[in-house]
């Protein structure tokens, strides 16, 4: 069995709502991303997944949400955008741009202490 993990970062605003402490007003994050896959199979020449696609297809996602307020996207006005659920929202758009690699996981740093993963 391999795992590949790719990563990328991008910078956002965003904040809590309905949370009674300092994260409830507009903050920033440079947040980092991975991204994991596995599989058995190799192809002819020795690759699973293909790393200059897999970042390819994280970087667009990541691109639509670089420089942007969490909370004004479609997505996080119907979910709070906690680190929780932008790990979800990355998941579920990168998984049908790689089928059929699975897609173990997506982790999400929002500082060099703290961080998430979302995985099925």
Not at 18 to 42: F, I, M, P, S
Request: a negative charge; glycine letters at 4%; aromatic letters at 12%.
């Amino acid at each position: 069995m391999f795992e590949l993990t790719v990563r990328a970062d991008f910078s956002s605003a965003h904040f809590l709502r309905d949370y009674n402490g300092q994260c409830r007003n507009l903050h920033g994050h440079t947040w980092k991303v991975a991204v994991t896959v596995e599989g058995e199979q190799l192809n002819s020449i020795g690759v699973m997944a293909d790393f200059v696609e897999m970042k390819k297809h994280l970087r667009g996602i990541l691109s639509r949400l670089d420089h942007t307020c969490l909370n004004d996207l479609d997505f996080f006005k119907a979910h709070n955008p906690t680190a929780e659920n932008l790990a979800r929202y990355i998941f579920d758009e990168y998984k049908p741009l790689i089928a059929p690699i699975k897609l173990v996981k997506v982790r999400v740093w929002e500082s060099d202490q703290s961080d998430v993963a979302y995985f099925e």
